[in-house]
Nanobody, 122 residues
Framework: QVRLVESGGALVQAGESLRLSCEVSERSSSTDVVAWFRQGPDTGREFVGWYTLSTGATYTSAPVKGRFTISRGNAENRVLLQMNMLRPEGTAVYFC???????????????WGQGTQVTVSS
């Protein structure tokens, strides 16, 4: 069974940077796309972006474009979410998910991690 483990969440101040990591237990066609979502205290699960391990293609959503970057880590099965210029509204639990299609729909992803908390103070 595929497992995803997020790490790197922390308490930071507005304007600071943070890097999250998602470790995928195994590479396969079912885990070729790794996406990031976030869920704030009063919001639903919001799409942040995705990364395709086989091609390196990546996409970030409009609210974070220009500030957040998704890339592959040094390890083959690791995907990073680099977050710069963090804002208080970025306070959320950040989840990574794996699937076969690069999409912003949470329902397309079958495997999810437990999430890591990011808190941005003003």
């Amino acid at each position: 069974q595929v497992r995803l483990v997020e790490s790197g969440g922390a308490l930071v101040q507005a304007g600071e940077s943070l890097r999250l990591s998602c470790e995928v237990s195994e590479r396969s066609s079912s885990t070729d796309v790794v996406a990031w979502f976030r869920q704030g205290p009063d919001t639903g699960r919001e799409f942040v972006g995705w990364y395709t391990l086989s091609t390196g293609a990546t996409y970030t959503s409009a609210p974070v474009k220009g500030r957040f970057t998704i890339s592959r880590g040094n390890a083959e099965n690791r995907v990073l979410l680099q977050m710069n210029m963090l804002r208080p509204e970025g306070t959320a639990v950040y989840f990574c998910a794996a699937g076969t299609r690069a999409t912003n729909s949470r329902y397309a992803y079958d495997c999810w991690g437990q999430g890591t908390q990011v808190t941005v103070s003003s």
